[in-house]
């Protein structure tokens, strides 16, 4: 166990410059099916398992508290409780909740924590289905606040900071499918991540978002980049998919990967888009194309157009092929053409003049705090409409996945927020070298996870964190990956 919580003597909660331990690398969010009309159809998928419901749970008062077994089938959790997941601890009479605006909970320099330091332990029995033996498999936990530490079978899993983003982890060879398996993760409520998430809201803890299973196939779709824009005419649509994907060892040939849009269940091009990949040069080769990865693009004529008036989108389904065989793996994404631009001092989407009328949402329930539902986003999203909103603020951090596909089916212009604020150390955690690492992951991760929602028109690099080289990181790379906003 201590091999995630301390390298050697460090404790990885108090160590800026340590922001993941085996994490997977940020992805879009989108859904396996085994077949391309699967995934238009966008039904529940038999690779995508639930875990959410009630987990055995116990508070301790620190890290250095945790049992040394705890992760171990063997452990006797007969004395703990019970707590939802998702959920934060502090609204089910386990601590308490904080509020602050500017001011920090405690009165320590960062990146130092308080030695008292709540602490919960989560245990959860799970099956495999059987006939995901062979897949990949992923655990993705939603998010979790603020340090998480993931074990299963005894074994260490990794660790990751960042209380409003996905955490995904491959836990292909800890697993046995068709068997019980035990999942632990240990949540750690202050942090050196604390100093950069010290936004005017509640203080939480716990695991607040729906923790997941995810079987792949062993060559997948690992990530899915769908850009559609409109040429100078604004008529024309353009439409670029970027497809990478993911190898169980050294990547191979013989992939293809083939894209078609469709307005409801009418396929748009004549002709699917497809394309071999290019995995594998043999020899050496000083310099490599960018392997695993092809971008396929079309002219789409007189696409109807998204915005917050006409929110009207199509589906992209992107299929893996092996050779001219059957799909290996298929998904789809929702898209919608439209173009963001600065004229003369003014917005312009889709070439038009804009008039922003927007509102902050912070993700809070008055009961359930930051374990929020669709339903209560769906009533956020109508009272909005009814009132003439056409704008929110993703204050101050990403949201809930399902925030975005609400907002792309009804209309809003968003402007997602990285999870950065420093208001209490202002000026200087903006300029600290240890935090740059933390203040790109956040900026670019958001950026990943987003990247396919025509509802988003900017992106912020947090709020109230004053300005310095390390927003410059994050500005940077943003722009280069992503200058459609």
Request: glycine share 8%; with cysteine; hydrophobic share 40%.
């Amino acid at each position: 166990m201590r091999e995630l919580l301390f390298q050697g003597t460090t404790r990885t909660w108090v160590h800026p410059e340590t922001v993941s331990v085996g994490r997977l690398p940020a992805r879009a969010s989108f859904t396996p099916y085994g077949d391309a009309q699967s995934a238009l159809a966008r039904g529940p998928s038999p690779f995508v398992r639930s875990l959410n419901g009630d987990w055995t749970f116990a508070l301790v008062d620190r890290p250095e508290a945790i049992p040394a077994d705890f992760a171990r089938a063997g452990f006797d959790d007969g004395g703990w409780g019970r707590l939802p997941v998702p959920s934060n601890w502090t609204m089910h009479g386990h601590d308490r909740p904080h509020y602050t605006n500017v001011q920090m909970p405690f009165a320590l320099a960062a990146p130092n924590v308080p030695d008292e330091n709540p602490t919960g332990l989560y245990r959860t029995t799970f099956e495999v289905p059987a006939d995901w033996d062979g897949r990949r498999i992923v655990l993705r936990i939603g998010a979790a606040e603020s340090v998480l530490y993931v074990w299963v079978n005894g074994l260490a899993v990794g660790m990751g900071k960042d209380s409003r983003l996905p955490q995904d982890f491959d836990i292909t060879g800890l697993v046995t499918p068709g068997e019980e398996n035990l999942l632990a993760c240990a949540v750690v409520k202050w942090s050196d991540a604390s100093y950069i998430e010290d936004q005017d809201q509640w203080w939480m803890g716990g695991i607040h978002r729906d923790v997941e299973l995810i079987a792949t196939a062993p060559t997948h779709i690992a990530d899915v980049f769908a850009r559609a824009g409109l040429e100078d005419d604004y008529a024309t649509g353009t439409l670029s998919v970027t497809v990478k994907l993911g190898f169980p060892g050294d990547p191979d040939n013989g992939w293809e990967v083939e894209a078609q849009l469709y307005d409801g269940d009418v396929p748009v091009l004549d002709t699917p888009l497809r394309k071999k990949v290019w995995s594998a040069v043999k020899g050496h080769s000083p310099y490599r194309p960018a392997l695993g990865q092809v971008t396929l693009e079309t002219a789409v004529p007189a696409p109807r157009l998204w915005s917050s008036e006409t929110p009207h989108l199509y589906t992209l389904v992107v299929t893996l092929h092996r050779g001219g065989a059957a799909a290996v793996e298929a998904t789809s994404i929702r898209v919608g053409f439209r173009r963001v631009e600065l004229g003369d001092r003014e917005l312009l989407i889709n070439g038009k003049p804009v008039l922003i009328a927007g509102m902050n949402r912070h993700e809070h329930h008055p009961v359930r705090g930051k374990a929020i539902t669709r339903e209560d986003m769906l009533a956020d999203v109508l009272l909005m409409k009814q009132f003439n909103v056409n704008a929110v603020r993703t204050s101050h951090y990403p949201n809930h996945q399902a925030w975005y596909d609400l907002c792309d089916a009804y209309g809003l212009y968003l402007v997602d927020e990285a999870d950065i604020e420093s208001h209490d150390f202002l000026h200087g955690l903006c300029r600290d070298p240890r935090y740059a690492s933390q203040f790109l992951e956040r900026g670019l991760r958001m950026v990943e996870r987003d990247k396919n929602h025509p509802s988003i028109i900017l992106w912020s690099l947090g709020n109230e964190s004053g300005y310095g080289p390390n927003h410059d990181a994050m500005a940077g790379w943003i722009r280069q990956y992503d200058p459609s906003r």
